[in-house]
């Protein structure tokens, strides 16, 4: 027998394939687009996502892990996948013997996947992360001549593109830092290049460089949260005004939802939940809602969001537990058992977005998303 599902995240397919085609429209013929699926696709699906990103007309699939990759082959992806994090030692020959690209800024690497491509008789494909000020992955200027030295030592090691990331480019209106950042990734390439290197792709730009800046993108430009609909931040969506930049129109894909399990009236002065960090101020009648914080609805929540049940705002009282959370539905008296209740999307022109919900337990909207359970079931709409 089939389950009715306590709690579900709806997809929209058409929302999907709209904003790759809005990125799509900011690149030229010979510039790829990167569709990052990585953290079970910002929360949305890995699996699904990476068949429509394929089916919409992405070029290439960035995955964190090695074992994402392997999931997406297994799927039958035929798109070229890039792990964009590290990737174990002992993990270099499956890598490779599967035809991952992989992110390498260590000479350690590449002195361990050389001399594996050479015993097999295979290659490998390799993107150098370049360091530009983002202090996390990559290989500083002043060390990069030293792993090319290494790369000299094994030709089967193909260096198939050369990348960096952004520090603050969604995080502020001024970007100055990410001007210097850029120059120095164009001079650490122009460092490769005359070392004899060819450099197939070079990428650099995120969603917010590539809403802002077309000269980020050069051969490449990944796109991550831009893909579900979601703008970068409130910083990149003010920058793109001020800079007269065409707005990307993105649609959200995403909405949750959840039955009422139990309405109930409890009386003045109640408390209510853990803790008792609510006391009603009157006769009240709660609605209970199957979800908490291991479905990756943030306990700081608690006593400040609200949720839409037939498109009216339903106060969040009293703290949100693992599996349950409550919300008045005082004024909405015809809430029945069972009847949906919208946790974040659309309901009869109101809404609770991920911008709110971030900005309610003081995270940003990508969090919001990418922490959903993967257990909650996706269910795709047209």
């Not at 703008?231 to 003010?238: A, G, I, M, N, Q």
């Not at 649609?251 to 399990?261: D, S």
Request: hydrophobic fraction near 40%; charge should be neutral.
């Amino acid at each position: 027998m089939k389950q009715r599902p306590l709690q579900w995240v709806e997809l929209s397919r058409a929302a999907f394939l709209h904003n790759l085609q809005q990125f799509r429209r900011l690149l030229g013929d010979r510039q790829r687009l990167l569709a990052m699926v990585k953290a079970n696709a910002y929360g949305h699906g890995m699996a699904r996502i990476a068949v429509l990103a394929e089916e919409g007309g992405a070029d290439w699939l960035g995955v964190h892990t090695l074992a994402e990759g392997i999931t997406l082959q297994d799927l039958g992806i035929k798109l070229p996948i890039l792990i964009c994090g590290y990737v174990p030692l002992a993990d270099l020959e499956e890598t490779a013997v599967r035809g991952l690209s992989c992110t390498v800024y260590n000479p350690e690497t590449i002195e361990e996947l050389g001399p594996i491509c050479r015993r097999r008789e295979i290659s490998a494909r390799i993107h150098i992360k370049l360091e530009t000020g983002t202090h996390r992955q990559g290989v500083a200027q002043q060390d990069l001549p030293k792993l090319l030295d290494t790369l000299q030592d094994f030709p089967e090691v193909k260096v198939e593109g050369v990348s960096s990331h952004f520090a603050d480019i969604e995080d502020t209106t001024d970007h100055t830092y990410a001007r210097q950042q850029l120059e120095d990734f164009q001079e650490m390439v122009a460092g490769i290049k005359a070392r004899g290197l060819d450099i197939p792709i070079r990428h650099m730009s995120c969603t917010a460089a590539g809403m802002l800046f077309p000269e980020t993108h050069f051969d490449m430009l990944r796109v991550g949260i831009g893909l579900y609909g979601l703008w970068p931040s409130r910083e990149t969506y003010v920058s793109c005004l001020q800079r007269k930049r065409a707005l990307v129109r993105l649609q959200p894909v995403l909405t949750w939802q959840a039955r009422v399990a139990q309405v109930k009236r409890v009386p003045k002065g109640a408390y209510i939940g853990y803790g008792r960090s609510y006391r009603t101020t009157r006769e009240t009648r709660l609605a209970v809602l199957p979800v908490g914080y291991s479905d990756g609805y943030p306990r700081r929540l608690s006593n400040v969001a609200h949720t839409l049940i037939r498109g009216q705002r339903s106060p969040v009282r009293g703290r949100i537990a693992m599996n349950f959370l409550t919300t008045d539905v005082s004024d909405i008296p015809e809430v029945q058992m069972e009847e949906a209740a919208v946790l974040l999307g659309v309901s009869d022109g109101d809404a609770v977005t991920a911008e709110m919900l971030a900005a309610w337990a003081g995270t940003i909207n990508y969090e919001i998303v990418a922490r959903l359970n993967p257990q909650i079931p996706r269910i795709w709409a047209a």
